[in-house]
């Protein structure tokens, strides 16, 4: 019986070679360094988002905190890029650590949730965003960037960054997941 559970012995954990373990570091930090400046950015300019036009004589104005959407938008984006900026740290704890896999569970969890946020953010924009551009003729709402130009292009602006960074937080949480999956 011995013998049969000597030849069955677990393998030791592979060891991964330190190139890979730098050449790893160095496309995490690259990818969330472009996801904060791109929620920072899509924040920046959904903030700050507001343009006054007159139509027939009256003039109107259009902010984004009008709308409890793009309220959250810029909210999730900022929330967003405060987290994947503090992330960066849990990177280089995890990296100077040693590879453990639990480790980058947690940093799976984190990439998720944030994903998830920005996402919803995302999502809820667009669809807003999509209101604005092309009304609903079914509810009675008319086209507003026609006369709101500017808000619209700028709010498109900030919209395409955050779904930039919503693919380089897919592309964070798939490779988070890879080296966790050792668990």
């Keep these: ?43 920046w300019l959904m903030v700050t988002n507001k343009q006054t036009s007159q139509i027939i004589g009256i003039e109107f104005d259009a902010h984004y905190y009008y709308s409890p959407t793009f309220k959250f938008f810029a909210y999730a984006n900022a929330v967003v890029s405060a987290f994947c900026l503090l992330s960066l740290f849990l990177v280089f704890l995890i990296h100077h650590n040693g590879s453990n896999p639990a480790n980058y569970f947690v940093l799976f969890l984190h990439d998720l949730v944030m994903l998830c946020l920005l996402m919803a953010g995302c999502s809820a924009a667009t669809a807003i965003g999509y209101v604005g551009q092309y009304g ?28 930039l960074s919503v693919v380089f937080l897919l592309m964070l949480t798939i490779s988070s997941a890879a080296k966790s999956g050792k668990i």
């Design 1 to 43: 019986m011995a013998i049969t559970e000597s030849k069955f012995q677990q393998n030791p954990p592979l060891k991964t070679p330190l190139k890979t373990q730098k050449i790893f570091l160095g496309v995490q930090i690259f990818m969330r360094t472009v996801t904060v400046a791109a929620t920072l950015a899509a924040t």
């Design 136 to 163: 609903n003729s079914h509810s009675g709402w008319a086209p507003i960037c026609d006369h709101f130009g500017k808000f619209c292009k700028r709010g498109t602006d900030s919209v395409v960054l955050s779904y």
